[in-house]
């Protein structure tokens, strides 16, 4: 068989599992880029800043909820596949997506529609809470050694296209209707849009086939074994440092993607309009950098791809935010958030495989969801609303050191760690290193 062919199984499943998570995080994500315009139907009280505090903590509960729906899904993932995982979390994001597009606003219901609203954020939080660790076992589980970290860096790929796909729905809809009608109902277009691509990615991830490491596990290994806390805790070290890594890494994330067009509209002034082009270049570049970042891992290991990022977050937070607010106009903001994302590239790239190579496949779903689910609950949920509490309380400069502090923690859990980039994955791959060392 030629390489081609070898090759052609595994781009097919690295495809297939990215389209379902494009969709995940597109509803994910729209939440965030609409609640400019519906923070206000469902919280009228207060000015705009207040509004968007009440919306930043419902996102919030939404990550709280991550945990337990990492330990659910993932524990399903390691028991009845991972394939059987996935399908099960998008359809739960449908679901929570349909609820937001119906949910009667504080007009007609009063506070019903921000419990609506609260409820499907934590169904949403249960559904990425697994989609996470599922999608990184399955895509680097399905990627050919060697090209594990491109194949895996796929998983961010499909969320910043997520993302772009809700900005892009964003800029249509600013586009063809007026404020007004944006504010009263066309922010619920984007979570209709949501619901229904999620039940198409529903039937296609009935297609997809289950990976050689998990079926060679399933074989071998004791059903009541797999997926337990027991197991979890036997690799506790290992998910103390998924922990770790996942700190700064997902401050700056959802610093320099989800909160940062909050930020350029309310603190550097650029237009709701503006500030969401600059958002969408800047991720354009993010998604061809990606694969790259992940390609370079393969052949440098993951350490040096996040050390890099380390130093430069740590480094350059600061400056870049206060640019920001010191030339406001778009080509700088653009320019300083292309920067920004090159660096939360260096993390975004490998972050996937380098979690999923330090467990094994009997636990390796819910070993990495558990600890990075509360990593993003604790630290990359709250990022928006410390920034908005910091920027109320007429201190938004410590936000910035803040983001550079949690950067400099994972640093530190960077240096020390163990490189994974060779790290056997599945059965036959830990049978062929030992026959090569013998």
Known sequence: MSTKQQRRPHVRAVIGGSIGNLVEWYDWFVYASFALYFAGRFFPEGDATAQLMNTA???AVGFLARPLGGWLLGRVADRRGRKFGLTLSVSMMSVSALMI????THDRAGYLGAVVLLVARVLQGLSVGGEYAASASYLTEASLRGHRGLGSSFQYVSVTLGQLLGLAVLMVLQATLTEAELTAWGWRIPFIIGAVAAVVVFYLRRGLHETDAYREEAAHDDTERRGTMREVWRHR?????VFALTIGGS???????TYLTKYLANSVGLSKSDATLVMFCALCLFTVLLPVGGALSDRVGRRPVLIFFGVGTTLGTYPIL??????PSVGVALALTMLALTVVCGYSSVNACVKAELFPTSVRTVGVAIPYSL?????GGTAEYIALAFRDAGHEHYFFFYVSGCALFSLVVYLAMPETRTAALSRTELDADEERVA
């Open 375 to 379: 990593a993003q609950a604790l630290f």
């Open 322 to 327: 206060t640019a920001m607010q010191r030339w």
């Open 237 to 241: 070290r290992a998910a103390l440092l």
């Open 57 to 59: 903590a419902v996102f």
């Open 101 to 104: 597009a119906v949910a009667p």
């Open 251 to 257: 401050v700056a994330f959802y610093t320099y993607t």
